[in-house]
């Protein structure tokens, strides 16, 4: 290992550390509609407002050992938890396909669905902001090298949302209620953004495949709706890091 190498592994986990403080922002303010701006981030107990050496991702949550400064609330474990696991993203992305906008995609797409499924788990909920705002981050990315090409990324966004609309206005029909959501829709047109029209379609039957064998008997038993968003994710990032293999073992599967 290079002492560029350490470095540039370093400064991915390090700005991965700092995204998953944002997303953590995103995941608790965006489904109560608030800002991720204003105000700064304050204790849930005292309202106290966190100083900056307080808000060091991983390491003050460690420091305090989980409680306010101020008033001894005890913090959650998601916050430590997404920003760790977002510099694992990072890191992972960096050392896998090294020094390459590749990495930088497959870093913004993981981060993006980490977000969106935490969401979508606790709320059933995917705001436009993140599926819309990747969409926009998909498109923009490829017209960098290294990945999907910017015609690839426009018929992926605009197959995928009109695949997952042709679905679920099969599925109403079918069922005279509504069977797909809006924020599912946008989630797949921003998936095809960043993995084109045939991962797009892989990311869909990886999710239904995965929803239906995880979450379908949980479904059947309490009535509760499959979230979705987070299967679409969990489908996505299957197919952006082993889309081609997959594929290339169906077809030999299929046409011999």
Request: with cysteine; aromatic share 12%; hydrophobic share 55%.
């Amino acid at each position: 290992m290079s002492l560029v190498d350490a470095v540039y592994w370093t400064y991915a986990a390090l700005l991965g550390a700092a995204t998953g403080s944002f997303l953590n922002v995103c995941v608790v303010r965006l489904p109560e509609e608030e800002s991720v701006v204003r105000p700064p981030s304050r204790c849930p107990g005292c309202a106290a407002r966190i100083a900056w050496y307080d808000n060091i991702p991983v390491l003050s949550y460690l420091w305090l050992r989980g409680r306010c400064r101020h008033c001894g609330e005890r913090i959650s474990a998601q916050y430590p938890l997404v920003e760790a696991s977002t510099a694992a993203i990072w890191l992972g992305m960096a050392l896998y396909y090294g020094p390459s906008w590749r990495a930088l995609e497959g870093a913004v797409l993981f981060s993006l669905l980490l977000g969106i499924a935490l969401i979508d788990a606790r709320h059933y909920l995917i705001p436009d902001v993140l599926s819309i705002g990747g969409l926009a981050a998909g498109l923009a990315l490829s017209l960098l090298p290294g990945g999907v090409g910017p015609l690839e990324a426009a018929g992926g966004a605009a197959g995928g949302f009109v695949l997952l609309w042709l679905v679920g206005a099969a599925g109403e029909w079918w069922l005279d209620r509504p069977a797909m959501g809006g924020g599912d829709m946008k989630l797949l047109a921003m998936i095809g953004a960043f993995l084109g029209p045939v991962d797009t379609m892989l990311s869909l039957f990886l999710g239904a495949l995965t929803g239906t064998v995880v979450f379908g008997p949980i479904s059947l038993k309490t009535g509760k709706l499959v979230p979705f968003g987070v299967f679409l994710a969990l489908g996505a990032a299957l197919a952006f890091l082993f889309g081609e293999p997959l594929t290339e073992w169906y077809r030999a599967w299929a046409f011999g």
